[in-house]
């Protein structure tokens, strides 16, 4: 039994010294994931980004991947093992991975680390983001022109800048079309429950929302808007199957052109961190095909998604904050680092920003 | 009137897969066997109920391929902890592990399509009862389902020799094996029956709750449902009362922030956990009579001598 023990050992050790080997003639990007690459939402896109580099760079890339992992302290280790792998690049996909990137980041000075969502940067720690608020701005147009009663319910995850810019965003939009439109907002506090969304969303449409908007990545919102006949905007992927008659349309995110770009940096040795944070303009937003919508309604979401395509920022004065205070005069834009900080809502968010 | 419908019903479809879960496992660990793999089990139940559903189109066999996937998972966990008396603590949470990721696999090409829904009752006139039809005659079949399965549990248990002779060996395995009982027998029926009420479970959330798949989607059920059992200090209706309180707060929580009460919403989230643990462990304060209810040999691995 020892015997074969040891030789089972020697194997092991013979095969994966080989792997290493073979190993080192690739470049292995890595990526981590905070939740399922089958979710359909934001991991699935992330994962769509990855397969976009292994078409694009064929033999030359290697890739690796951590799903489902967990924001906090278990998110250090998923990054340490994957910096122990090989891993030469490492892209953390969620705002909660920023501490652990950051701490991981600094104990790996010769691998490079790039963090989504967040706003913690280091020697080889850099950040990207996708400007999805600007698809929130155009389907808060959307709601407000095709809601009867006036009010939408809104499901989120985390009182976090990312959301709560999104919030805002969406209000701007809607207040543009109807100055007294209502929203009502439910913290579910997971990033990817379909059974708690379904429930929020249920809840939501019981007290007189007829249109559902999310911040979380499942299909099941959509999905009861399907089953109560009304309707709803898809999340990070186009979700017309699951609602073909409810969806009106869906904020995409597209990660594939900015991931290949910046594995193409690390093969030629110009990567740097950068901070990079792209919109509708590069394609890393794009809102999915206006669906169960009167024309005017969609020719003008068309015309909202040109002018911000055009360098138009939704976040453009006079905006008020939620106690009446000004935040942005009259044709002032916000600045990248007061949105990537927000923690306030905007006038007529009728919500208490959990802290 | 009607919101209150919809929000009772609301209940109900949340309250369904955790009692159906729960009850199951106050069966095996009243056998004396301690299964922490109903997460595992259960997203085996909702992944062969939605792909059954999907590729045949009716989600009826959907449900019976959702049951049988999680008592033949369940199985495996037998012949490990009941034959090979491996520990059941390391064997339980290793099939809750390679349940999720198994799942994970066999659902690779099923994500992104929308599944098929268990349509709910309709009975003619009964149903069309104002407030109370719906409630009654409208609800979706895995819900009259799951209080049939209370009932009859309660039952079994209390009322019949093999419920009695079935909590014996839970008690003290030893005994029954001196008194000629076939421990290894009962409990591995109970420990199939277990997993038969975990892929229900798991069936309900992909042919009911939210008929899609998606990795993972039973989010940490199936620990609620382990967590009930205790709580519930191992009576049926204690389960009962338990899921339904859970449901129920978890719902009126949602309400009251979309209502805009202006409480934490970190603070709203976790009060269906609190308010439940509290309420059980309140029912359940004469400590003698829980610690009779308490399986005494629940755990511990039974290897008959020979």
């Not at chain 2, 929308?114 to 409208?138: A, K």
Request: some cysteine; aromatic content about 10%; overall charge neutral.
């Amino acid at each position: 039994m020892k015997k074969l023990l040891i030789a089972l050992a020697a194997t092991a050790a013979t095969l994966s010294f080989a792997a290493a080997a073979q190993a080192q003639e690739k470049l292995k990007a890595c990526w981590v994931y905070v939740g399922p690459i089958g979710d359909f939402g934001y991991s699935y896109q992330h994962d769509q980004g990855r397969l976009a580099v292994e078409k694009q760079f064929g033999d030359k890339v290697e890739t690796a991947y951590l799903e489902n992992v967990a924001e906090g302290p278990d998110a250090e280790r998923a990054f340490e093992r994957l910096a122990r792998q090989g891993c030469k690049i490492i892209f953390g996909t969620s705002f909660g991975f920023m501490d652990a990137e950051v701490k991981v980041a600094a104990k790996f000075p010769d691998i490079k680390f790039e963090h989504a969502t967040g706003y913690k940067m280091g020697d080889n720690l850099g950040i990207y983001n996708a400007r999805f608020y600007e698809g929130r701005y155009v389907i808060g147009q959307i709601a407000a022109k095709q809601s009867k009663a006036g009010v939408a319910g809104y499901i989120v995850s985390f009182p976090i800048p990312e959301v709560v810019m999104g919030i805002n965003a969406f209000m701007l939009g809607a207040q543009s079309v109807n100055p007294d439109f209502k929203v009502k907002i439910v913290w579910v506090n997971s990033w990817f429950d379909p059974g708690k969304e379904a429930d929020a969303a249920k809840a939501l449409f019981d007290q007189g929302a007829d249109i559902i908007v999310q911040h979380t990545d499942s299909t099941a919102p959509l999905q009861v808007a399907q089953e109560r006949g009304l309707h709803g905007f898809g999340q990070a992927s186009d979700m017309i199957t699951f609602a073909p008659k409810s969806q009106y349309t869906a904020i995409v995110d597209d990660w594939g052109p900015y991931y290949i770009e910046r594995i193409g940096e690390v093969l030629a040795g110009t990567w740097k961190p950068e901070d990079r944070w792209e919109g509708i303009k590069e394609g890393a937003v794009h809102m999915a095909p206006y669906t169960n919508l009167p024309d005017d309604v969609a020719a003008k979401a068309k015309e909202t998604e040109a002018k911000i395509a055009g360098g138009w920022n939704p976040f453009t004065g006079p905006v008020a904050k939620q106690d009446g205070s000004e935040w942005l005069k009259d044709g002032e834009v916000a600045d990248d680092k007061t949105l990537l900080g927000m923690n306030f809502y905007i006038k007529g968010v009728d919500d208490k920003l959990p802290q | 009137m009607d919101i209150t419908v919809n929000i009772l019903m609301t209940i109900a479809t949340a309250a369904t897969p955790l009692l159906i879960a729960a009850i199951g496992e106050l069966v095996v660990e009243r056998s004396g066997v301690l299964n922490l793999g109903v997460e595992g089990m259960m997203v085996m139940g909702t992944i062969g109920g939605f792909g059954a559903a999907y590729l045949t189109g009716n989600p009826w066999i959907g449900l019976f391929a959702g049951i049988a996937l999680g008592a033949l998972f369940s199985l495996l966990f037998a012949v490990m902890t009941l034959s090979l008396a491996t520990n059941q603590v390391a064997t339980g949470l290793s099939l809750t592990i390679l349940g999720l990721g198994l799942s994970g696999m066999m659902g690779t090409n099923f994500v992104g399509l929308p599944g098929e829904r268990l349509p709910n009752l309709y009975i003619p006139v009964l149903t069309d009862i104002p407030v109370i039809g719906r409630l009654l005659f409208g609800q979706d079949p895995i819900f009259y389902l799951s209080i049939v399965l209370v009932i009859a549990v309660a039952w079994f248990l209390f009322r019949t020799r093999t419920g009695l002779t079935l909590r014996s060996i839970g008690d003290s395995h030893t005994s029954a094996h001196a008194l000629g009982i076939q421990v290894i027998r009962y409990r591995y029926l109970a420990v199939i029956f277990g997993g038969a009420c975990a892929g229900l479970a798991g069936a309900h959330l992909s042919l009911v709750y939210t008929p899609q798949w998606v990795e993972n989607m039973t989010a940490g059920r199936g620990w609620i449902a382990l967590a009930l059992v205790v709580f519930a200090s191992w009576r049926p209706l204690r389960v009962l009362a338990g899921a339904y309180i859970f449901g129920a707060v978890w719902i009126g929580q949602l309400h009251a922030q979309a209502f805009g009460i202006p409480v934490p919403s970190q603070f709203l989230s976790s009060l269906p956990y609190l308010a439940t643990i509290v309420v059980l462990v309140l029912i359940s304060r004469n400590k003698r009579l829980t610690m009779m209810n308490t399986p005494a040999s629940l755990g511990q691995p039974f290897v008959p001598d020979r």
